[in-house]
């Protein structure tokens, strides 16, 4: 045989290599990527949520505002309740705070009274005032701000949502 | 270096040997018909393959096999191909098996000293069948759904028995829950590992008595 000739059995082995390596690039990327998908999805744990009107909230009278998060994984839905109140302390469309209505306590919904001029929570007779602060009961810090909110062109108040 | 590593092994573990009696045994002269073991081999392995990643998402449950199986089908990467290869090779696995059977038959392989070799393939045969047949129920749309229906409705309608085999396939007198996670631990655990171990005495006996001349006139 000359050299650099290849055997009949020689070429075979070649091509079973050949061909199997070509199996299980075919079969093994797709396979890893598969495997590793959830890594690379993205986690919509954030997002710009809109939480009504400016023109409909009144200065000096606490808003309330509510909305749901959807947690997808896979194939499963999971949602969640939010509520806050907006406190519009002045003309100004800045001069604004957004509460979120979670007790600071234990984890109630604060309501706006009112005749009490305060934040009430069912719970534990928690009082918090028109700025947050607590006047009195068990929370250990005044209501949880959503920090971050824009208005968009037509004039729609929208806080950023991060999940905690 | 990887030369000394080799000698090593071959030293303990006999490579060469094995490899010599395993893969560059002398066989009589062969057709294409031949290698429709080696296929049925080639395929149960690579159902192994796909099952196995496939099992990483797919959930077991009346609640969530289906969603779990869109999911894979529609939010994984590669999940149409994977479960495509796995839906595929199912339905070409039991077609290459029963031409392989087939072929043994025709050329009277079966024949002494080779019964025995037969007879575990008669049993391999089965096993891919009953792969088939529950893997079919696992996705849990309307089509596995009655399909198992009428297959094990078959099953219970043999004479005296048949109640004791519906209930025992069907984990009770109805289609349910338990149905699905004994199809599951069928398909997954009890069916594949008796194939495995049965394969693994095919082959013995293949290897150990050669593959069989196709007979001549004169046989």
């Known amino acids: 045989m000359p050299e650099g000739d290849i055997s009949r059995r020689g070429f075979f082995i070649a091509v079973t290599g050949i061909v199997g390596g070509m199996i299980g690039v075919v079969l093994g990327v797709p396979a890893i990527a598969y495997l590793l998908d959830p890594a690379f999805k993205p986690a919509a744990k954030e997002a710009w949520v809109p939480i ?25 839905r999971t949602s969640t309740s939010h509520g806050g109140y907006v406190v519009r302390k002045s003309e100004n469309p800045n001069d604004l705070i957004v509460f979120n209505s979670r007790c ?14 305060a934040f009430i929570c069912p719970c534990h007779d ?39 | 270096m990887w030369k000394k590593i080799y000698e090593w092994l071959d030293e303990r573990a006999g490579l060469k040997e094995l490899y010599k009696n395993v893969l560059d045994r002398p066989e009589p002269k062969g057709t294409w018909w031949n290698t429709l073991g080696s296929a049925s081999l080639f395929l149960f392995i690579l159902q192994g393959v796909t099952g196995i990643i496939l099992a990483v998402y797919y959930t077991p449950s009346p609640d969530h096999a289906y969603d779990s199986i869109n999911y894979i089908m529609n939010g994984v990467a590669f999940g149409w191909l994977i479960r495509g290869i796995h839906h595929w090779g199912a339905t070409l696995m039991v077609v290459v098996v029963f031409i392989h059977m087939l072929r ?9 000293p080779r019964e025995l070799t037969w007879l575990v393939g008669i049993g391999l045969f089965l096993l891919t069948l009953g792969m088939g047949f529950t893997g079919y129920l696992l996705p849990w749309n309307q089509q596995s759904y009655w399909a198992t ?32 996670q004994r199809f599951f631990a069928a398909h997954i655990w009890m069916l594949p590992a008796a194939l495995a171990g049965l394969i693994g005495v095919h082959l013995y006996l293949i290897i150990k008595h050669g593959e069989s001349h196709f007979p001549t006139k004169d046989d």
């Open chain 2, 104 to 112: 043994v038959f025709v050329t009277a392989s079966y024949k002494y």
């Open chain 1, 52 to 76: 009504g009107k400016l023109a409909d909230i009144q200065v000096g009278k606490p808003y309330p505002f509510s909305f749901t998060r959807v947690q997808v994984n896979g194939w499963e």
């Open chain 1, 104 to 117: 600071t306590h234990l984890g109630c919904t604060v309501n706006w009274r009112q005749d009490a001029q």
């Open chain 2, 149 to 180: 229906t009428v297959g094990t409705q078959i099953a219970g309608s043999v004479p005296f028995i048949g109640d004791f085999i519906l209930k025992t396939l069907r984990g009770g007198p109805d289609l349910s829950a338990l149905t699905l």
């Open chain 1, 126 to 164: 928690a009082k918090f005032s028109e700025d947050g602060v607590v006047l009195g009961g068990p929370p250990p810090r005044p209501l949880d701000r959503y920090a971050d909110f824009r208005l968009t062109n037509d004039g729609t108040l929208e806080i950023y949502y991060k999940e905690s």
